[in-house]
């Protein structure tokens, strides 16, 4: 079973609107993180937003926020007021074990996201 | 402070050559990760070092490619020899231990093989 799934292989958006990217996720450690990178065109992995799962507040940086619902093993990507520059390839990534531990990053397939003037 | 460097940035290669990438983590990231990433999908981990040790390369195909890390700081990667379905951007990142354990990557090289 994939261990990271984003069915949203492409998303538009109209500038200034939100919008979610979807995230679902499988594991059996009861101990992990999820984190959502965004990559341009340029190439370059750019970290956005992290949550723990022991988190009990749903993480959030700027104009990005995370919709964890563990029950659902879900990690939503939520952008608010979206830009020209938010057009990018986004990856949602998963980190099993204890917290600190130094882990591989098991990444989703992604999802082109085009903002729209 | 400086990011994960890399070197080169693309490369081009016939089948069956040899080809080597160069990276620089973060001073004093003692977690060290090599991730192929093919077009259309997300990066896989091919190897990943504590300081020079190996932690994990059960992805790494051990009969063509090979890494180092040998004075825990920079890391090379070399595929020997090359195929098609090695054309990919192999990406570097570098980490501390951390609650999050977040991971910087640097820019990549893309690997084109002909």
């Known amino acids: 079973a994939q261990k990271i799934t984003q069915t949203q292989p492409g998303m538009f958006v109209q500038e200034k609107e939100a919008v979610t990217l979807d995230c679902t996720y499988d594991?059996?450690?009861?101990?992990?993180?999820l984190f959502w990178y965004k990559q341009p065109s340029s190439g370059e992995m750019i970290f956005l937003i992290y949550?723990?799962?022991?988190?009990?507040q749903n993480a959030t940086e700027g104009r990005y926020s995370l919709n964890f619902q563990k029950a659902r093993k879900s990690a939503n990507l939520v952008i608010s007021a979206s830009q020209l520059g938010d057009s990018a390839m986004y990856f949602c990534?998963?980190?099993?074990?204890?917290?600190?531990?130094?882990?591989?990053?098991?990444f989703g397939s992604g999802t082109q996201l085009t903002v729209l003037p | 402070e400086a990011g994960v460097a890399q070197s080169p940035r693309y490369k081009i290669i016939e089948k069956r050559q040899s080809v080597a990438f160069w990276c620089n983590p973060i001073?004093?990231?003692?977690?060290l990760y090599w991730y192929q990433q093919i077009l259309g999908q997300g990066p896989k981990l091919l190897i990943q070092?504590?300081?020079?040790?190996?932690?994990?390369d059960s992805q790494l195909p051990k009969d063509r490619f090979s890494a180092e890390r040998l004075k825990g700081v920079d890391s090379t990667l070399k595929i020997q020899p090359a195929k098609l379905e090695d054309s990919a951007v192999y990406l570097c990142?570098?980490?501390?231990?951390?609650?999050?354990?977040?991971?910087?990557f640097g820019p990549g090289t893309r690997l084109t093989v002909l």
């Open positions: 990142a570098s980490s501390l231990a951390t609650r999050k354990n977040e991971q910087f």
């Open positions: 594991t059996s450690d009861q101990s992990y993180g």
């Open positions: 949550q723990g799962s022991y988190d009990e």
């Open positions: 990534a998963m980190r099993e074990g204890l917290r600190g531990s130094a882990r591989q990053l098991t």
């Open positions: 001073s004093g990231h003692a977690t």
């Open positions: 070092f504590q300081n020079n040790g190996v932690v994990d």
